[in-house]
């Protein structure tokens, strides 16, 4: 008889991890792409195009082709910075095997310590789902910032606490934020990404501060034919080095709904932008007249965390925080209604089916070994105690 014997992630020393790594990424090769000339532009966008673009979540190719040429040591006319990134992933025969692209934004004017790494968007070619290689991808931005805010300081554009010291973020604060669509059981990707954001420590940002809305990304034109379509969306948040503080401050919610918008603008038009941007910034100065921050909704890691899912529920999210939109309108017409008055315990049932699954892959990595604690969380029995009595 034999037992399998778990590891545990802290006993490694640094340098093994850093080889340990090594192996596994080398077969892979990330690329900055910094001219809509690159050989991998087309193909790049492409592949953005084709997963979020029928949806009206992807910005038309004219406005990326921009975005690689606008100069970005220019503030807009807020005083914002604003670096656009497109990363391409290839394997050891040079094919496309990721795509990830985003925005790194600062404005000393909003929170003179804050930089802002917007993860826009990121789609992994078959050959390489379940790979490292999304990790990577979702991390990588944050070099591009380091390097983009020593160029800054070095420019005299904006001023570092720490200039002297980049393993420190060079004192400032660095948030990754990404937007996301709120649960839904019955969505499988929905849950998935939600725990892809989860264990790499992102939270929710609470929508009842912050009903955020990612706006309606097609022609101007089109939307003044057809309707204005903002999306409801929860905003996650990695806040570097200060993943375990349960709540963001308002300044910093405020500064990060700014940035993200002033991002925004440079390709919607305003008049489509307004209503949203307001109605954050509103419910944040709301919640400032009774506390100075607003909650961090812990995401789930596994399936025995599940249950962190329940307040972010679409159904519930929707209703509450997005009432007259549109896409509430539709994804409560979609039978949702109807299959909650035939089954009251219908989300029970599925987050119970998503357990299951998700226990069907028993971890045998875990990342610390706290005092008198097992990777499950239980107290440590001997091994006499579990034989019982000699």
Not at 87 to 93: I, T
Not at 150 to 157: D, R, S, T
Not at 236 to 259: F, K, S
Request: proline share 7%.
């Amino acid at each position: 008889m034999s037992a399998r014997v778990r590891l545990c992630m802290k006993d490694l020393f640094h340098q093994d991890v850093v080889e340990m790594i090594e192996r596994e990424t080398r077969k892979y090769q990330i690329w900055e792409i910094t001219t809509p000339d690159d050989p991998d532009f087309a193909r790049a966008y492409a592949l953005l195009w084709s997963a979020f673009g029928s949806h009206g979540e992807m910005e038309r190719e004219e406005a990326i082709r921009s975005f690689l040429l606008d100069d970005p040591y220019e503030p807009t006319r807020d005083g914002t910075y604003i670096l656009y990134f497109l990363l391409v992933a290839r394997d050891e025969q040079g094919n496309l095997r990721g795509v990830r692209d985003g925005s790194v934004l600062v404005n000393p004017a909003y929170a003179a310590d804050l930089c802002v790494v917007y993860l826009s968007h990121i789609y992994m070619l078959p050959e390489a789902r379940g790979s490292v290689l999304s990790y990577w991808l979702r991390i990588a931005p944050v070099e591009l910032a380091m390097r983009y805010l020593a160029e800054l300081h070095a420019l005299g554009k904006i001023v570092l606490p720490l200039p002297e010291q980049p393993a420190k973020y060079f004192g400032m604060r660095v948030d990754l934020a990404a937007e996301m669509e709120y649960f839904a059981p019955e969505d499988r990707i929905s849950w998935q990404r939600i725990l892809f954001y989860g264990r790499g420590g992102f939270d929710a940002i609470n929508p009842q501060h912050f009903p955020y809305r990612q706006p309606d990304f097609r022609d101007p034109e089109v939307i003044r034919q057809t309707g204005n379509n903002p999306m409801p969306f929860m905003v996650l948040v990695r806040r570097m080095g200060r993943e375990r503080q349960a709540t963001l401050p308002i300044d910093e919610a405020r500064a990060l709904m700014n940035l993200l918008y002033d991002d925004f603008e440079s390709h919607c038009a305003p008049e489509f932008l307004e209503n949203s941007l307001d109605l954050v910034l509103e419910r944040l100065e709301a919640r400032a007249k009774r506390k100075d921050f607003v909650e961090l909704f812990p995401l789930p890691t596994g399936p025995k965390d599940l249950h962190r899912l329940k307040r972010l529920w679409r159904y519930n999210a929707l209703r509450r925080y997005y009432p007259h939109d549109e896409a509430t309108r539709q994804y409560l017409e979609s039978g949702i209604r109807e299959q909650l008055a035939t089954e009251p315990k219908w989300l029970d049932k599925q987050l119970a089916g998503i357990a299951a699954e998700l226990q069907k892959r028993p971890a045998h990595v875990y990342g610390n070994r706290d005092k008198d604690l097992t990777w499950e969380g239980q107290p440590i029995v001997s091994r006499k105690a579990l034989s019982g009595p000699a």
